[in-house]
């Protein structure tokens, strides 16, 4: 057995508490977006994460992601309330109790990027209702698939280093169903729902990435070299991913936007989640490209097909995690994967084989679990807000509160018609027009 070690476990707490920073991060990121009427309600969404979903992991939630298995297909309830997770190692070199709250920074933050795609439009009761159901049925068991010990995808030999399979694709293709089962904003998409503050946005973009290096390298649980090779593919995709956003903007548009810069980088870091301890700097550069490349696309499918992804959570997170997860296939070198499998480029086909069936296992059974689960609270108490309030805006109806006292008028949520028409486009809207 391994000893506790105490630069590893400095480094997964700094790693836990980077990754924590991300989810209020992710509410700067959401909430610059929204109008400013819905700025606190999509912010709510974030930061009651944190408290809602932190109880339901050290009550059962981690138990059933780590536990001992029951047919590769979830843990048991050894660990809840958190018996026998102490200070010891328990097998790594980091004391058991860190390793659970590292792995649950990753299960605050996944049902909060669901909340881009119902923003604006959903009862605060469904939304806490959906998230500790979503944790439960739907985070809890693919983390076990692919991170517990016996877990089914994990025994297959599917690749997820931090988790773009776990978190960003089961994320993703739930906030496409969402977006479908809740319909679309009253005025979507005729009227232009326009970012309101896009300097949030960016430094919420900025936090993320900040935040993204203790998502990634932290995921190594050292603080060696794997540590360190995760570290800089993190900063390199995305790196390559908000050049690559820009770049199509600028040949399709004639220009390109801040807002789509941070797009490309978020997608960037979405794509190489996977990857990040299993390929090479190249490796990670060709991940970065083809995520900002595919999830510009990915973006525009909802004006394609007709629905409203508000903060365009599927296609950042659902089409660049599938991207992410079987472009790890092809760019794993031998030398960075368990038992010197490597990838399609390194000779090793068969890896897709189990690339393949883990985004469609995950992805499918996502999107089976949240259309159930949004059946049931729906029943319970109502998934979406009343007209009336949906107009008045979240944050006063929902929570009585506003998000800015500045002007004559500031206590009153503003008409449609008074939003400044010079305001930018959301990248997702210029892209649509230009199309």
């Known amino acids: 057995m391994p000893e506790v070690n105490s630069g590893d476990t400095a480094w997964l707490l700094i790693s836990t508490a980077l990754v ?23 912010f709510m969404h974030s930061f009651f994460a944190l408290g809602l979903v932190t ?37 790594k070199t980091v004391p ?34 959906f998230t500790l159901l979503w944790s439960t049925l739907v985070y809890d068991p693919v983390a076990h698939w692919v991170w517990g010990t016996g877990g089914w995808l994990a025994k297959m030999g599917a690749l997820d280093f931090a988790g773009g399979t776990v978190v960003h694709l089961t994320s993703g293709v739930s906030a496409l169903v969402v977006a479908i089962v809740l319909g679309k904003r009253i005025g ?19 936090i993320l990435w900040f935040g993204w290096f203790g998502f990634n390298a932290g995921s190594a649980l050292t603080s060696g070299g794997l540590a360190s090779q995760a570290f800089v593919n993190t900063q390199i995709a995305a790196a390559a991913g908000s050049v690559a956003w820009a770049g199509v903007e600028a040949v399709r548009q ?14 960037g870091l979405v794509g190489i989640t996977p990857a990040a301890g299993f390929v090479n700097p190249m490796g990670a550069i060709a991940i970065g490209l083809a995520a900002g490349f595919v999830c510009f696309y990915g973006v525009l499918l909802k004006s394609k097909l007709g629905y409203d992804d508000t903060l365009d959570a599927f296609g950042v997170h659902g089409v660049g995690g599938a991207l992410g997860a079987l472009l790890t296939g092809v760019f794993a070198t031998k030398a ?31 999107v089976v679990m949240t259309f159930g ?4 609270v729906n029943a319970l108490v109502g998934l979406r807000v009343s007209s009336d309030d ?43 027009e230009s199309a």
Not at 260 to 266: E, M, N, R, T, Y
Not at 373 to 376: E, F, G, R, T
Request: overall charge negative.
């Open 20 to 42: 924590m920073l991300m989810t209020p991060g992710l509410a700067l990121f959401y909430g610059g977006m929204v109008r400013n009427k819905n700025v606190l309600s999509t």
């Open 96 to 129: 058991h109790i860190l390793f659970m709250m590292y792995q649950g920074m990753f299960a605050i933050i996944t049902p909060a990027l669901i909340s881009g795609a119902f923003a604006e439009r959903m009862k605060f009761s469904a939304y806490c209702l």
């Open 55 to 91: 109880l339901q992991w050290v009550v059962i939630g981690y138990s059933l992601s780590f536990g001992k298995t029951h047919g590769g297909l979830i843990g048991g309830t050894e660990f809840a309330f958190l018996q026998g997770v102490g200070v010891d190692g328990a097998g």
């Open 390 to 432: 949906e107009r008045e805006g979240l944050d006063t109806a929902l929570h009585g509160e506003v998000g800015y006292t500045i002007g004559e008028d500031s206590t009153t949520a503003a008409p449609e018609e008074a939003e400044p028409s010079a305001m930018p486009e959301p990248a997702a809207v210029l892209q649509t």
């Open 373 to 376: 689960i949004l059946k049931a």
């Open 254 to 267: 004639g220009k390109p936007t801040m807002l789509g810069v941070a797009s490309g980088l978020v997608a």
């Open 188 to 206: 979507y998409p005729g009227h232009g729902h326009r970012p309101h503050n896009l300097t949030m946005t960016v430094l919420g973009a900025g």
């Open 336 to 366: 960075l994967t368990p038992e010197n499998v490597g990838g399609v480029l390194s000779g090793n086909a068969k890896i897709m084989i189990a690339q393949g069936v883990g985004v469609l296992a995950a992805g499918a059974y996502a």
